[in-house]
C-alpha cells in the first residue's frame, strides 16, 4: 500500500519567505511526527500529533514554526521568515495505534534549502 | 523529560569485523525500537524490543533489552558493506506518549 508521502520533495526559497512542507500519512495511522535532520546529524523532534489530542509542541525551535493536522489526516508544517539554519531534510512519520508501540514509517522528507 | 543516549557516535570498522551499539535512557521505557537509515535515505523500522531482557536476533543482527529496561544494544556479526549507514534506538516512556530518538550511531564499513 501507499507509504507516507511528503511534498515537495525539494524547496529552495530566499532567507526572509515563508514555506509549507505538507506530509500525508499511511490511511488509518493517527500518530504523526514531524524531525529535522540536519547533514550527518541524528533526528530532532519538532512536534507530535496524536488523534484529536492537543498536539506535543516541545520541539519546535521558535515560533517562526507551527504545524496543523487536519481531519485527523494531512499534515503541514510551515515555517516563517525562513533563515539559513533552518536548511535540513524535514522528515514526517505516521504510526498506527496510540501509545508507542507501533513502528513508524517515514516519509522520503523534504529537502529544505535557505539561500 | 525522557532522554535516550546512544554512543557511539561514529563506528569505522574494517568489513568482517563485529560491531556494536549501545542505546541507554533516563527513564524505564515501555519498548525499544531501532531503526536504519541508509546514506541519502530515511530511517526504515527493524525491530521492536518489549520485555524485559529481551534478545531477538535478525541474520547477523542481534538486539538486547536490558533487564531494567532502560538500555538497549545492536551487534553486527562480520559486518558488510550494505551495513553501512546509521542505526537509531527509540524508546517508547512508560506514559505511552510518543517516541524518543537517541541520537544515532553512524557505522562506515571498509572494504
Known sequence: ?115 | GQQVMQIPQYQHVQEGEDFTTYCNSSTTLSNIQWYKQRPGGHPVFLIQLVKSGEVKKQKRLTFQFGEAKKNSSLHITATQTTDVGTYFCAGGDNAGNMLTFGGGTRLMVKP
Do not use: M
Not at chain 1, 507530535?48 to 525551535?61: E, H, I, W
Not at chain 1, 496543523?68 to 533563515?83: A, F, H, Y
Not at chain 1, 508507542?100 to 522528507?109: A, D, M, R, V
Open chain 1, 1 to 115: 500500500g501507499a507509504g507516507v508521502s511528503q511534498s515537495p520533495s525539494n524547496k529552495v526559497t530566499e532567507k526572509g519567505k515563508d514555506v509549507e512542507l505538507r506530509c500525508d500519512p499511511i490511511s488509518g495511522h493517527t500518530a504523526l511526527y514531524w524531525y529535522r535532520q540536519s547533514l550527518g546529524q541524528g533526528l530532532e523532534f519538532l512536534i507530535y500529533f496524536q488523534g484529536n489530542s492537543a498536539p506535543d509542541k516541545s520541539g519546535l525551535p521558535s515560533d517562526r514554526f507551527s504545524a496543523e493536522r487536519t481531519g485527523g489526516s494531512v499534515s503541514t508544517l510551515t515555517i516563517q521568515r525562513t533563515q539559513q539554519e533552518d536548511s535540513a531534510v524535514y522528515l514526517c512519520a505516521s504510526s498506527r495505534g496510540q501509545g508507542t508501540y507501533s513502528p513508524l514509517h517515514f516519509g522520503n522528507g523534504t529537502r529544505l534549502t535557505v539561500t
